[in-house]
Every structure is written in C-alpha cells, then in structure tokens.
Nanobody
Framework: QLQLVESGGGSVQPGGSLRLSCTAS????????IAWARQRPGKEREGISC???????NFASSVKGRFTISRDNAKNTVYLQMNNLKPEDTGVYYC???????????????????????????WGQGAQVTVSS
C-alpha cells in the first residue's frame, strides 16, 4: 500500500522560506510521479509542482521561480523548497503520488496532469503553511 507522510510545515513571515518533506513507502513501480498540491483558504486544491521518477520537474506559474522540488532516492523522500513566500501561499500543502506504466505516461503526469489534483490517487495528510507578518 502506497503511503505518503508530509512534514515541515509552519509559520513564516513574508519573504521567508520553508522546506516541506514527503516520505513515500510502498511504491511498487519504477515509473511514478510525486506531486505537491495546496489548498488555500476558500479555494479549490491546486497542483503546484511535480517530479517524476525519470527526473522531470515542473511548476505551476504561481510558484515558478520561488519553489524548487528535489528528491533523495535513498530516503524515499521528495522535498519542496519554498522561498520568497507570500501571504497568498498560505494553505494546506499535500504531497500526492501516482504510478505509471512507462516513461511516456510518467512524463505526462509531470507535464500537465499534475495541475489537476484528482489525477493522483494517493495522498498524504497535509501540512499547514502560514505566511503572515
């Protein structure tokens, strides 16, 4: 059973940084994608970043240039480094995972599909991020 556990949320002032971690267990395919999504107050959940097992990364326009995504395969952990945080980044951040059948499908997950959270079947419990002065 695929399980995801997030950590690293918290409160920070505008302009500050936070790093979220997502540790995965139970991944049974060589082809998979890990995405980050967030749900801001009063808004629908939105995909913001993705990293595939083939090394492809992608970002939503709202976070591009401020957030980076990386992974430590030895620790089965994906990181979301968030810099220059803004009050509008406040929300609950989730990591999600989806297995794929091969290179083409896993690439597709992190090209456009990650923007649609319902495309990912396994989810973590969420981590609160609050950006406020």
């Amino acid at each position: 059973q695929l399980q995801l556990v997030e950590s690293g949320g918290g409160s920070v002032q505008p302009g500050g940084s936070l790093r979220l971690s997502c540790t995965a267990s139970g991944i049974t395919s060589d082809y998979y994608a890990i995405a980050w999504a967030r749900q801001r107050p009063g808004k629908e959940r939105e995909g913001i970043s993705c990293i595939s097992s083939t090394g492809l990364t992608n970002f939503a326009s709202s976070v591009k240039g401020r957030f980076t995504i990386s992974r430590d395969n030895a620790k089965n952990t994906v990181y979301l480094q968030m810099n220059n945080l803004k009050p509008e980044d406040t929300g609950v951040y989730y990591c999600a995972a989806e297995l794929a059948r091969g290179t083409a499908t896993v690439q597709a997950l992190c090209t456009m599909t990650f923007l649609i959270p319902s495309s990912f079947g396994s989810w973590g419990q969420g981590a609160q991020v609050t950006v406020s002065s």
